[in-house]
């Protein structure tokens, strides 16, 4: 099968054809329909997060079962998946928290790439999961059966990007009616927390980006004011939104450190900020340990929305089927394989939302 392979940080990937291993016990194979680029892939791609080994990218997939290992009972050759990075044993401590984003367990595939060069050398599956491929190798925890209806294109998006900006409101967060709601960051990720805060009767919920087409599609996805971040007094303007009082939740999306500082200063008493961007590897913000707690603050971490796929991705595709939610909005580019690299050129405009390698 044909995968894109990034070599080194920085260079243009190169599709190439590659070795998948069969699925072992508990695995599945998917054929994969499309797989959209997130800003994960991208900050990988371009070493953000560490040294590059030959490794495929690329985790926000949605295909069709085409093998099923021992042991894999629920899954059968023909099922519409969703392909995403959330592994899951089902039985150690996280697990059994509730928190699957978190689990530790052993498999296989931790420690053995179902990837390799036709002679041999190993590739790296990345974000456990290597979906700018034809096809992926994966555990059977992280698909999710689509109806059959759903188109894959679409549903490919849920993966990551819905399921984090959701997750991050609904789960993490725990947002309430009528609480005020700043969501750093409009991309994908912070264009479904958007959704969910106004979904769930935050109001207001205000987006908070740098680039003016971001605010446009935060407007369409719910957004009841815009702020760009770049203007004179991002701070003073979104207090102002809310008589002076600071938001109940800011829900930073983008992995920069100033947008970390932003919620703090716009938090306000009783209010939780939540994390859900990753900055680069080694990235410290400042905060003024004091003020949280007079102000009775919360820091909220949030690794993939906080979700569980099993009670999350039916959720959300019910409220799709209902028309309450928008996914086809969110796909701003479709792109083959070959051109990948113009693909992740295109993600990284600053009016595209979701960018998809269709196959
Ligand atoms: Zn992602
Ligand atoms: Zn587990």
């Not at 947008?259 to 410290?284: E, K, N, S, W, Y």
């Amino acid at each position: 099968m044909r995968a894109a392979i990034c070599y080194e940080a920085g260079s243009p990937l190169r599709v190439e054809e590659l070795a998948i291993d069969e699925p072992g016990l508990g695995e599945v194979r998917v054929r994969i329909a499309a797989c959209a680029i997130c800003h994960s892939d991208i900050a990988y791609i371009k070493g953000l997060w560490g040294p590059i080994v030959p490794t495929v990218f690329g985790h926000e997939a949605a295909g069709v079962v085409e093998a099923v290992g021992a042991g894999t009972v629920d899954l059968t050759v023909g099922d519409p998946v969703l392909v995403t990075l959330i592994r899951s044993c089902g039985s150690c401590r996280s697990c059994g928290r509730g928190l699957p984003v978190l689990c530790d367990g052993g498999f296989r595939l931790n420690g053995e790439s179902p990837l390799r060069h036709p002679d041999g050398r190993p590739v790296a599956q990345g974000l456990r999961t290597g979906g700018f491929a034809e096809q992926v190798t994966v555990h059977a925890s992280q698909v999710v059966g689509l109806p059959a209806e759903m188109s894959l294109e679409t549903a490919s998006v849920v993966a990551c990007a819905v399921l984090t900006g959701y997750g991050s409101v609904v789960h993490t967060a725990a947002v309430e009616p009528g609480s005020a709601v700043a969501v750093i960051g409009c991309g994908g990720v912070g264009l479904n927390a958007v959704q969910a805060a106004r979904l769930g009767g935050a109001d207001p919920v205000i987006a908070v980006d740098v680039a003016e087409p971001k605010l446009r599609a935060a407007e369409r996805f719910g957004a009841t004011r815009c702020v760009n971040s770049m203007g004179p007094d991002p701070v003073a303007a979104i207090r102002a939104m809310t008589g002076g009082a600071g938001v109940d939740y800011a829900v930073v999306t983008v992995g920069a450190t100033a947008a970390v500082d932003l919620a703090f200063a716009i938090t306000g008493a009783g209010g939780g900020v939540v994390l859900v961007g990753m900055p680069a590897t080694g990235a410290l913000a400042a905060f003024d340990p004091g003020t949280i707690a007079n102000l009775n603050q919360r820091v909220l971490g949030s690794k993939m929305g906080t979700v569980r796929l099993e009670r999350d991705v039916p959720a959300i595709l019910e409220l799709y089927r209902a028309g309450r939610w928008k996914l086809d909005e969110l796909i701003t580019g479709r792109y083959p394989l070959d051109a990948i690299n113009e693909a992740i050129a295109a993600a990284q405009a600053p009016d595209s939302l979701r960018t998809l390698i269709v196959n």
